[in-house]
């Protein structure tokens, strides 16, 4: 596993680069609170009768990734990785199969692509999509603040899940 850098978002910058930097910190914090894990520690729950862990917060991510960046952003086509209808809170379930390799290269591929797609945006572009919360579209700024929201709120989760798999703390 390598040695997650997070870099501290900018104190004085315009609005995107914070928006950038404060999301990338969220994503990096994520990584970090699984690095030095083996697959198994990665897959231990909270406490029962949750089942929470830290791939399946990393899983549930990516479809985050996914769903706001190419599905509500772009309007691509893009089904949910790990879920659907009959089983909303697949992304959180995880199986002996699930690994880091995989689950992580899967969170990276919906990052980079939600990267290249707001890339080419303003905060003000409109999104091509809908979200089934609203039949108004969201700006692109909403979407940022919205993900930062999400990682920060579930690397609270993660915090929690590392402190009880190995003790280990931090921000």
């Not at 920060?152 to 989760?157: I, L, M, S, T, V």
Request: contains cysteine; hydrophobic residues 35%; charged residues 30%.
């Amino acid at each position: 596993m390598t040695t997650t850098e997070r870099r501290e978002p900018a104190q004085n910058a315009d609005e995107r680069t914070m928006l950038d930097g404060w999301l990338d910190y969220h994503r990096q914090t994520l990584a970090w609170k699984c690095e030095g894990l083996t697959d198994e520690q990665l897959r231990t729950a909270s406490a029962e009768p949750s089942g929470l862990t830290l791939l399946g917060l990393v899983r549930h991510m990516a479809d985050v990734e996914r769903g706001w960046f190419r599905r509500v952003m772009a309007g691509e086509d893009a089904p949910p990785i790990h879920y659907d209808d009959q089983d909303p809170d697949g992304d959180f379930r995880v199986t002996a199969a699930d690994t880091w390799a995989d689950t992580h290269a899967t969170w990276q591929a919906e990052v980079d692509a939600a990267r290249r797609i707001a890339a080419g945006l303003s905060l003000d572009d409109l999104s091509e999509g809908r979200h089934r919360s609203s039949p108004d579209p969201f700006n692109l700024r909403w979407i940022y603040t919205h993900m930062i929201e999400e990682y920060a709120r579930h690397n609270g989760h993660a915090d929690l899940l590392r402190e009880r798999i190995d003790g280990a703390t931090g921000d």
